[in-house]
C-alpha cells in the first residue's frame, strides 16, 4: 500500500491523505489526531477482513480498539449527513469505499452502517469504474465504466469469487478489465493485510507467574513474553539489546528459559532416575572429572549420597538431566537474570521500562513482512533508549520487509534516524549498522485544520543528509531552546 485517505473518520473531517514509508512517524500534539492515523488504518483491514462496517472491538486491540460504532467514529457524528469515505492508492490501482448509516436516532442507527459504493481506478488500463449497493439488499450494481452509464445492470457481491459474477466475453472487453482489477486489488490487499500488529499506548503489565505456563498468552500484546520463551532465536537477539556490558541498554538482565519437573516429592523423582543400573547413561562432567567408575560405589545409596554432594556445583547439569528423562510434566519458565548479582529475577522486580520495550521488541523481531502499528514505543524508556529502539526498527524493517506505523512524541527517536541517514549519505555508517535513505522514511504531523472541518495532516520531508526540508508547525521540539534561553 503507497497510501491511504481518510475522510469524516474520527478527527478528521476532510480528506487527509496519509503516504506509508517503511517507517512512518506520526506526531502532533495532545488530542491532535494522531492515534485517528493508526486507527484508520486498522479500520480499513478490519472492514476488508470481516466485511462488516458498524464497528466497535477490532480483531486485534481488543479494548484498546473500542471504537463505539460508526455514530463514534463518524466526525462529529453526523451520520445523516455525512459519508465516511476510506480511499487506498496501491501501484497500479486506488479504489475509494463510500460507508454511510440509515437512521434518524441511536436505535435505529445500531448496526447499520453499509458499505454504499465502490470505485475503483485502475493505472494501468486508464480505467475507472464504479459499484453502488442497493440499501435494502447486499447486492452492489454496476453504475459506470469511465463515466458512461452502463447499459447491462449485474450485480456484484464481494464475498463471492469474482469471474462468476461478471460476464467474460469478448465483446465485452471493459467487464474482463473489471473481473482482473478487482482479482488483483483483493490479492494485493490481502497479502499486504497478511499478518498486521497493533501495540497500544499502554503494553500489558503480566503477573509474576506470567511464564509457568506453555500455553499461548491472549491479549498481551502480540503473546509477547510467550513468543520470548519459545522463540530462542527471537530471545538471543533481545539479549543482545538488553544484556550485559557490550549490549546497547547495558541492564544488567538476560532473558533465559529454565525448565523443571512439576512433583509434589522432588527429591524421591531424584532417587527414582538415579541408579546404578543407570550409571552408563550418566554423562556428568563430574564423574568424569572424578575418575570413578560403576564399581566404584559399592552400595545404591552409596552412589545417591555422592550425587546429592555434587548438587550445589552442578545443580544446572543435574536439573537439565532430571528434565529430559523425567516421566512428570516437564514446565518451561521465562526467567530474567541479574548478570551483576548472579540471581535470577521477575519482570516485577525490575521496574516497568523494560516490561514496556519488550512488547515493542519481540513484535520487531519476530515479524517479517508484517505492518506493525504502534503508539508510543518511547513509553518509559529514558531518550538514550529511545535513540537504540529506531536501529531497531530501521533494521527489521529493511532487513525483515516490516512497516511501521509509529504514534509518537519522541524527538529522540526522529534523531537518530536523522543520524543514520546522514551516515548513509556520507558513507560513515558503522559497520553492522542497516543504511537508510530519506526514501525510507515519512514524517506526519497532526494538527488542528484552518478553514476546514477537524484535524489536517501536513507532510514533512528530509534531505539526502537528513536533516528537515519543512519546519515543524507551531514550534513544535522547540521547548529545549525556549527554556535554555528563557524565552
Not at 449485474?154 to 465483446?171: C, G, R, V
Not at 503508539?375 to 529514558?382: K, R, T, V, Y
Request: proline share 3%; aromatic share 12%.
Amino acid at each position: 500500500m503507497l497510501s491511504f485517505s481518510l475522510e469524516n473518520f474520527k478527527s478528521f473531517g476532510s480528506k487527509q491523505k496519509i503516504p506509508l514509508k517503511p517507517i512512518t512517524l506520526i506526531y502532533g500534539a495532545n488530542s491532535s489526531g494522531k492515534s485517528s492515523v493508526i486507527h484508520g488504518y486498522l479500520f480499513i483491514r478490519e472492514v476488508l477482513k470481516t466485511n462488516k462496517f458498524d464497528l466497535n472491538y477490532f480483531t486485534i486491540g481488543g479494548e484498546l480498539l473500542d471504537l463505539g460504532g460508526h455514530k463514534q467514529y463518524l466526525h462529529k457524528k453526523e451520520y445523516r449527513t455525512r459519508s465516511l469515505f476510506i480511499e487506498v492508492e496501491l501501484a497500479n490501482y486506488k479504489f475509494i469505499l463510500e460507508i454511510i448509516a440509515d437512521g434518524i436516532d441511536k436505535k435505529e442507527l445500531k448496526n447499520y452502517a453499509y458499505l454504499a459504493s465502490l470505485t475503483v481506478f485502475n493505472y494501468k488500463e486508464d480505467c475507472e469504474f464504479k459499484f453502488t449497493r442497493n440499501k435494502f439488499t447486499k447486492e452492489f450494481l454496476f453504475e459506470h465504466y469511465n463515466n458512461i452509464p452502463t447499459n447491462d445492470k449485474f450485480t456484484l457481491d464481494l464475498e463471492k469469487p469474482i469471474e462468476n459474477q461478471i460476464p467474460q466475453k469478448s465483446s465485452l472487453p471493459e467487464y474482463i478489465i473489471i473481473c482482473n482489477t478487482l482479482n488483483e486489488i483483493l490479492k494485493e490487499v490481502n497479502k499486504d493485510y497478511k499478518e498486521i500488529l497493533y501495540l497500544g499506548p499502554i503494553r500489558s503489565y503480566p503477573t509474576r507467574d506470567i511464564s509457568l505456563s506453555n500455553e499461548s498468552i491472549e491479549g498481551l500484546d502480540y503473546n509477547a513474553w510467550s513468543i520470548v520463551k519459545k522463540d530462542s532465536e527471537v530471545r538471543n537477539k533481545i539479549n543482545k539489546w538488553l544484556g550485559g556490558k557490550d549490549s546497547k541498554l547495558k541492564t544488567g538482565y538476560e532473558l533465559s528459559v529454565k525448565k523443571f519437573v512439576e512433583s509434589q516429592d522432588y527429591f524421591q523423582n531424584i532417587f527414582e532416575i538415579f541408579s546404578l543400573e543407570k550409571f552408563d547413561d550418566l554423562k556428568f562432567s563430574f564423574i568424569e572429572d572424578d575418575g570413578l567408575t560403576k564399581e566404584d560405589f559399592d552400595t545404591e545409596d552409596r552412589f545417591k549420597l555422592y550425587i546429592l554432594e555434587k548438587w550445589n556445583d552442578y545443580s544446572d547439569e543435574i536439573n537439565s538431566y532430571i528434565v529430559n528423562n523425567s516421566s512428570e510434566k516437564v514446565l518451561e519458565e521465562l526467567v530474567i537474570k541479574d548478570l551483576r548479582t548472579d540471581t535470577t529475577v521477575s519482570h516485577r522486580d525490575i521496574g516497568v521500562g523494560i516490561s514496556q520495550v519488550l512488547p515493542v521488541l519481540v513484535s520487531a523481531y519476530a515479524s517479517t513482512n508484517a505492518v506493525i502499528a504502534i503508539e508510543q514505543p518511547e513509553l518509559h524508556l529514558h531518550p538514550a533508549l529511545q535513540s537504540e529502539i529506531a536501529d531497531v526498527f530501521i533494521e527489521t524493517s529493511l532487513k525483515e520487509n516490516n512497516t511501521y506505523l509509529i504514534e509518537t512524541h519522541s524527538e529522540h527517536l526522529l534523531l537518530r534516524i536523522m543520524r543514520r541517514i546522514r551516515e548513509t549519505t556520507n558513507n560513515e555508517l558503522a559497520q553492522g549498522l542497516t543504511p537508510i535513505s530519506k526514501d525510507d522514511v515519512q514524517i506526519i504531523f497532526v494538527m488542528p485544520g484552518q478553514n476546514v472541518s477537524g484535524s489536517v495532516i501536513k507532510k514533512i520531508d528530509l534531505d539526502e543528509e537528513g536533516e528537515l526540508i519543512d519546519e515543524w508547525p507551531g514550534g513544535f521540539f522547540e521547548e529545549g531552546y525556549n527554556e535554555r534561553f528563557g524565552i
